[in-house]
């Protein structure tokens, strides 16, 4: 429901699901992962999104990437939950190894279609 609330409005404004697909992917790094409460009367703001080698796989909820950062895999996971929370089909893609200098080297991606 949290990411419903974040992101529906500003995905219903476009016309086709790319252009609000491509809204969203540049909110999420300056969106607040809990939005803003009031505690003891105060506004209080969630951590926002941050990107960050090497974390993957230890932080993949949305709550853990908002409070620690993530990698590829991680932030996928969190776009993957946004797209979907506002009814924009989506899956994550990814590859478990990459051909670098001659040679395949084990160095996972992960990305959202």
Not at 9 to 34: D, K, M, R, W
Not at 61 to 74: D, L, N
Not at 82 to 89: E, F, K, L, N
Request: aromatic share 12%; net charge negative.
């Amino acid at each position: 429901p949290r990411f419903y609330e974040l992101f529906f409005a500003n995905a219903s404004s476009y016309s086709s699901l790319s252009s609000a697909a491509v809204s969203i992917a540049g909110l999420i790094p300056t969106t607040s992962s809990l939005g803003v409460m009031v505690v003891n009367d105060e506004w209080v703001t969630g951590s926002p999104f941050t990107w960050k080698s090497s974390t993957a796989p230890a932080y993949l909820s949305p709550h853990q990437v908002a409070e620690t950062g993530a990698s590829c895999t991680g932030t996928a996971l969190v776009l993957l939950a946004a797209y979907r929370s506002v009814g924009i089909p989506a899956r994550i893609a990814g590859c478990s190894n990459e051909y670098k200098n001659g040679a395949w080297v084990d160095d996972d991606h992960h990305w959202v279609e």
